[in-house]
């Protein structure tokens, strides 16, 4: 316990205290055939949001079959901050965005359109409209239960030498779930 507490001591003065309340923060998102899930993840978005001095909510979404497209576009209209991308792909334009190929099927390479999607919503975020906002946040958009924004403010309130913080969804039988996105 003594060698935890000495740790903690030395390792202080690495840190530096950051108030979200003075920062500005992005929160990226890509999503396919989310709608059971989108509105608690809305709800937690924007709860996070307004834990910042400002926020913005950068989100691509192609090719969903359920609601998710009408849910994004009415969220869209409710929510200024949101800045949406969405697209309705050939199956030429999928092939297109993916070099390989799934042995099973044939199928382009999910994790490499799931790459070209979060690629998109990066190439928003680059623009200079965005160059006072100190955190880049990328989430999934389909957890049922997500994630608890005050936990996420305060991992980001503590700022040593890091550039990213990470986490991995399990399966409940400690399988990794989406390990490449």
Not at 78 to 99: G, I, M
Request: proline content about 4%; overall charge negative.
């Amino acid at each position: 316990m003594r060698l935890l507490a000495l740790f903690l001591i030395l390792a202080a003065p690495l840190f530096s205290k950051v108030d979200p309340k003075n920062e500005k923060v992005l929160i990226l998102g890509v999503c396919k055939d989310v709608a059971p899930f989108l509105p608690h993840m809305r709800e937690k978005i924007e709860e996070l949001g307004r834990c910042f001095k400002d926020y913005r909510i950068i989100i691509y979404e192609n090719n969903s079959r359920d609601r998710t497209k009408e849910l994004l576009w009415h969220w869209e209209s409710e929510n200024s901050k949101l800045v949406l991308f969405t697209e309705e792909l050939t199956d030429e334009e999928l092939f297109d965005r993916s070099q390989c190929r799934s042995v099973e099927n044939g199928a382009p390479n999910r994790m490499e359109l799931i790459a070209f999607a979060r690629n998109i919503t990066l190439q928003e975020a680059m623009k200079s409209d965005y160059d006072d906002y100190s955190f880049v946040i990328v989430t999934d958009l389909d957890f049922d239960v997500g994630w608890d924004p005050k936990k996420v403010v305060r991992s980001l309130s503590y700022r040593p030498s890091w550039d990213a913080i990470f986490a991995n969804g399990m399966l409940p039988d400690l399988r990794y779930f989406d390990r490449y996105a």
